[in-house]
């Protein structure tokens, strides 16, 4: 779909609460990937929705970081993927 993009979300938070939060927050936009690694396909105005979101948790104990992911650049997974696998229009591992 035109418009869309894909977003890596990663955080370091060491307050259970603030970490709590973020991650509600980032499971209405993405899905997560590793503990502290989301992956989230936005266009424009989710995108904006998403980072107003999180800015009004004013997080004290640490960062959220977010990543577009370029299309010209091909998946490459390196090491040994988790049994569980993930499946989306990105990227399948298993």
């Known amino acids: 779909m ?3 993009a894909d977003y890596a979300v990663v955080y370091d938070i060491s307050s ?3 970490r709590r939060k973020i991650e509600k927050i980032l499971k209405d936009y993405g ?8 992956e989230c396909r936005l266009d424009k105005r ?7 979101r999180l800015e009004g948790l ?4 640490g960062f959220v970081k977010i990543y577009k992911q370029e ?3 091909k998946d490459c997974i390196i090491g040994k993927p988790r049994k569980k ?3 989306n229009d ?3 591992v298993i």
């Open 2 to 4: 035109r418009g869309l």
């Open 71 to 73: 299309y010209s650049w």
């Open 90 to 92: 990105n990227a399948f």
């Open 58 to 61: 004013e997080i004290s104990t």
């Open 31 to 38: 899905f997560r990937i590793q503990e502290s690694v989301f």
């Open 16 to 18: 259970n609460s603030e």
């Open 85 to 87: 696998s993930i499946d």
């Open 46 to 52: 989710l995108k904006s929705e998403l980072i107003e």
